[in-house]
């Protein structure tokens, strides 16, 4: 098991899924961004770092049919399968690092990533975040990545943390990738904190 690994297993081995600060119990913002993407219900969706969350249950329940959830945390994906039952059986489970693990080419029409992007600060590791993502996504795929806005925390679950403006996040992701939308976020966390996140909405090609 890698130390980033190790991190998040303690991390949800010691907290509830409800109670870990990025918690919603709906994600009202990337939901919308999705249904605003007019995708056929048999579009293959991939939530990057979904671990725990209810985003899967939302898609499940709108009727989609080919959803991939993939997190370094295999006590969090856990925590989804036993919360989603026989459902779970209709959806893709990895465990993996998203910058190390080979995703199949051209395989995804929208890919989702609500808090991972900002836990990496080297810039090589980014780089090898985008070029996954230029990998797995089909051309005019869709992508919408939220981090920690600008006046967001510097550091979460431990960890140090970049924060961006939807320019430079975007700019992260380079020309190929077209910028449709962004919005700002006011998180409230569970132990009744706030957090700012910015969420990025673009195609590619």
């Known amino acids: 098991m890698s130390e980033k690994s190790e991190h998040w297993e303690g991390v949800y081995g010691r907290k509830k899924a409800d109670e870990v600060s990025w918690y919603r119990a709906h994600l009202e913002h990337s939901i919308a961004f999705i249904e ?12 990057v770092g979904g671990g725990a969350s209810t985003l899967v249950d939302d898609l499940l329940e709108r009727g989609h049919t080919d959803l991939t959830v ?15 039952g026989a459902r779970a059986a209709a959806v893709k489970w990895l465990v ?10 051209h395989a995804y029409d929208f890919w989702h990533d609500r808090a991972v992007f900002h836990f990496l600060r080297d810039p090589a590791e980014r780089a090898r975040y985008v070029a996954a993502v230029r990998r797995a996504l089909r051309p005019g795929g869709h992508i919408v990545v939220a981090t920690f806005g600008p006046a967001g925390p510097e550091r979460c679950s431990g960890l140090e943390v970049m924060r961006y403006s939807a320019d430079a996040l975007h700019a992260q992701f380079g020309g190929e990738f077209r910028k449709v939308e ?7 966390t569970p132990a009744g904190g706030e957090q700012q996140f910015v969420y990025c909405y673009c195609r590619m090609g």
């Open 36 to 47: 605003r993407a007019g995708l056929a219900p048999d579009a293959a969706v991939i939530d």
């Open 96 to 105: 993996g690092d998203v910058t190390q693990l080979p995703l199949p080419e």
């Open 182 to 188: 962004s919005l700002t976020e006011l998180h409230a």
């Open 70 to 84: 993939l997190d370094l945390s295999a006590h969090a994906i856990e925590v989804a399968q036993q919360r989603l």
